[in-house]
Nanobody, 114 residues
Framework: QVQLVESGGGLVQPGGSLKLSCETS????????MAWYRQAPGKVRELVAS???????TYADSVKGRFFISRDNDRRTVYLQMNDLKPEDTAVYYC????????WGQGTQVTVSS
């Protein structure tokens, strides 16, 4: 059974940083492309960043140069380092194993506000 557990969210001031973690189980993590998504109130869920098994990364234009996705195969964990946070980054952040498109974790709330 695929399980995803996100953590690391919180309240941060504009310009601050947070690092999100997503611990996984139930699939062959080392081969799995992984991604982070976010959903702001009243908006559709959007792709923020992705990373392949070969460590190729992609980013949404809105976060390029500020967010960085990484993975630790030994820990079966994917990370999202978020720097220079802006109020528009406020959302619930989710990770996903891209082969298991129907499976989502509970998400972690990120709020950027002064």
């Amino acid at each position: 059974q695929v399980q995803l557990v996100e953590s690391g969210g919180g309240l941060v001031q504009p310009g601050g940083s947070l690092k999100l973690s997503c611990e996984t189980s139930g699939f062959r993590f080392v081969l799995e492309p992984m991604a982070w998504y976010r959903q702001a109130p009243g908006k559709v869920r959007e792709l923020v960043a992705s990373i392949t098994d070969r460590l190729r990364t992609t980013y949404a234009d809105s976060v390029k140069g500020r967010f960085f996705i990484s993975r630790d195969n030994d820990r079966r964990t994917v990370y999202l380092q978020m720097n220079d946070l802006k109020p528009e980054d406020t959302a619930v952040y989710y990770c996903r194993a891209e082969t298991y498109v129907q499976v989502w974790g509970q998400g972690t709330q990120v709020t950027v506000s002064s």
